[in-house]
């Protein structure tokens, strides 16, 4: 079953709106982490941000932010004032406790920034 | 720091021959993870290694793949009789050793293109 839902499959943005991805997750353990990984053109993996299951803190890192309701299982990040170079494919992943820390991703979401 | 290198960069084999990739994790790093992604998806798990030990295996590692970390250093993913569905991109990532909670710095990809 997938564990990891990214409803979005593309989102187009002009250049300095904001963009927001959605992420869905599923799992019965109490203790899990959360990832987001961007992918751009160039094909390398990079780790973004990190959020444990402890915390639902929201926090913003630079143009960064992310929306964290485990009531909802939710974990949605945003991009303030996109630029092009924000141009990429973005992961969500999950990590749950007991799984020697292998990420279960999304389908991900290609995001597209335009001038 | 270096950061994770994999070799080769691109293979394109013929249906039925054997090939053999290589991943060299960051250096203070003990835990390695392959991952196997295809076109429009997400990273899928292929196998973890704790130092030598390979300690998890997907059901999608079929008899027709080993992999090895000889001295817990890098490590080998080899694939016998290829198939067409082989074709992919497959992904090398390690991690810091203490907790799941570190994230995964993972390297360029090798892409498997099987004729």
């Known amino acids: 079953a997938q564990k990891v839902t990214q409803a979005q499959t593309e989102i187009s943005v002009v250049e300095k709106e904001d963009v927001t991805l959605d992420c869905v997750y599923e799992?019965?353990?109490?203790?899990?982490?959360l990832f987001w990984y961007k992918q751009p053109p160039s094909g390398e993996l990079v780790f973004l941000i990190r959020?444990?299951?402890?915390?639902?803190q929201n926090e913003i890192s630079g143009r960064y932010s992310w929306n964290f309701q485990k009531s909802t299982s939710s974990f949605n990040f945003t991009i303030t004032a996109s630029q092009v170079v924000d141009s990429a494919v973005y992961f969500c992943?999950?990590?749950?406790?007991?799984?020697?820390?292998?990420?279960?991703f999304g389908a991900g979401t290609q995001v597209v920034v335009t001038p | 720091d270096t950061g994770v290198s994999q070799n080769p960069r691109h293979k394109i084999t013929k249906r039925g021959q054997n090939v053999t990739f290589r991943c060299d994790p960051i250096?203070?790093?003990?835990?390695l993870y392959w991952y196997r992604q295809t076109l429009g998806q997400g990273p899928e798990f292929l196998t973890y290694?704790?130092?030598?030990?390979?300690?998890?295996k997907s059901r999608l590692l079929s008899d027709r793949f080993s992999a090895e970390r000889p001295k817990g250093s890098f490590s080998t993913l080899e694939i016998q009789r290829t198939e067409q569905g082989d074709s992919a991109m497959y992904l090398c990532?390690?991690?810091?050793?203490?907790?799941?909670?570190?994230?995964?710095?993972f390297g360029p990809g090798t892409r498997l293109t099987v004729t």
């Open positions: 990532a390690s991690s810091f050793p203490l907790a799941i909670s570190y994230e995964q710095y």
């Open positions: 799992t019965r353990d109490t203790t899990y982490y």
């Open positions: 959020r444990n299951s402890f915390d639902e």
């Open positions: 992943a999950l990590s749950e406790l007991g799984s020697w820390g292998k990420l279960q």
């Open positions: 250096s203070e790093h003990n835990r």
């Open positions: 290694f704790q130092n030598e030990a390979q300690l998890e």
